[in-house]
């Protein structure tokens, strides 16, 4: 199993930023790729952006330049930087974790982190 704990969430002005942190446990050996998600009330779980142990990234085009995900694979931790937030983006960020076993991709959810973006 895989313990993804994500930090970093909480109140901030629309134009703000916040920096969410995951941090990854447990059987991390053949994790491919990372990743933030969000959900917000009413409306389905959406991709935010992902990061491959190659460095590879995939960046929702709504986030697109004001977004950005790194990877510190000595700390097992993904990370999530968000600037210029704007209120619709209020919601649970989920981070994710895909472990590919013999050719068998399977996801990790951690608990998720509510960011709210108001004034």
């Known amino acids: 199993q895989v313990q993804l704990v994500e930090s970093g969430g909480g109140l901030v002005q629309p134009g703000g930023s916040l920096r969410l942190s995951c941090a990854a446990s447990?059987?991390?050996?053949?994790?491919?790729?990372l990743g933030w998600y969000r959900q917000a009330p009413g409306n389905q779980r959406e991709l935010v952006a992902t990061i491959t142990t190659g460095g590879n990234t995939n960046i929702a085009d709504s986030v697109k330049g004001r977004f950005t995900i790194s990877r510190d694979t000595t700390k097992n931790t993904v990370y999530l930087q968000m600037n210029s937030l704007k209120p619709e983006e209020t919601a649970v960020y989920y981070c994710?974790?895909?472990?590919?076993?013999?050719?068998?991709?399977?996801?990790?959810w951690g608990q998720g982190t509510q960011v709210t973006v108001s004034s």
């Open positions: 447990g059987r991390i050996a053949r994790i491919d790729t």
């Open positions: 994710n974790a895909i472990r590919v076993v013999f050719g068998v991709s399977v996801d990790y």
